[in-house]
DNA sequence: ACATCGATCTACT
DNA sequence: GTAGATCGATGTA
């Protein structure tokens, strides 16, 4: 099986949440569906650190959390709301409670699955949230704690840089803690956001 | 055991 | 812009 790019290197999620939260805009998810190629940009992404109340794990470990704590470089699914799920990419040492949320992504490759899995929707409104990408994406609680770095479920580099001025950042969205810390990173001027700035 | 509330989405005004 | 859905995880007792 051909790889479309190269994978991250494992000692890309061990930095510090924050800057694996910008540096994971414009790199693609691939996951693959049987014979279905799935691939999207990562155009939004909100960090969670320790020692943050908004994070899952402010207040230490608990069944949910538990993938946070693991190496960075896998993934983190949880259910929220009664009906959504939520991905993240863990991010530092194995220990380290921390975690980036994928927001938005861009739409290159699978589209028919993606309109498949939600349907009746516009296509600017595939994938332009954490609970649509993931419904989209076919993304639930079995993906809790795959790494990224299979065959069928890889983070890639596909050489979409962005230079600094092109990032934008504010406060995160849907929070009631913490809500002046301006960690949500998106690529300014995407058509894929969440909202629009 | 129980009460609270949430890293959201959709539909409706 | 706002309301309602929906249910599992969590904190408190």
Redesign the pocket.
């Known amino acids: 099986m051909k790889s479309l790019g190269r994978n991250l290197a494992p000692n890309f999620y061990l930095r510090n949440t924050v800057t694996v939260a910008k540096a994971l805009l414009g790199k693609c998810l691939h996951l693959r569906h049987s014979d279905t190629s799935l691939l999207a940009e990562i155009v939004e992404t ?1 960090a ?1 650190c320790e020692n943050d109340p ?4 402010y ?1 230490g470990p ?4 538990q993938m ?1 704590y693991e190496e960075g470089g896998l993934c983190y699914v ?7 799920f ?1 991905m ?1 990419v863990v991010t530092g040492k194995k220990g380290k409670g921390e ?1 980036v ?1 994928l927001r938005a992504l861009a739409p290159l490759e699978g589209w028919e699955v993606f309109r498949k899995n ?1 349907p009746g ?1 516009p296509d600017s ?1 595939l994938l332009n ?4 990408l993931t419904q989209a994406l076919g993304i639930f609680r079995e993906h809790n704690g795959w790494r990224f770095d299979r065959p069928d479920f890889q983070l890639l580099d596909l050489g979409r840089d962005y230079s600094s001025r092109q990032i934008g950042s504010s406060p ?5 803690k913490a809500k002046t810390r301006p960690w949500r990173f998106f690529i300014k001027g995407s058509p894929w956001l ?1 909202r629009k700035s």
């Open positions: 909100e969670y908004a994070s899952h794990t207040r608990t069944p949910r959390n946070m949880y259910f929220t709301y009664g009906s959504h939520c993240n975690a949320l939600r929707v409104s949230g954490p609970g649509k995160r969205i849907g929070i009631t969440s």
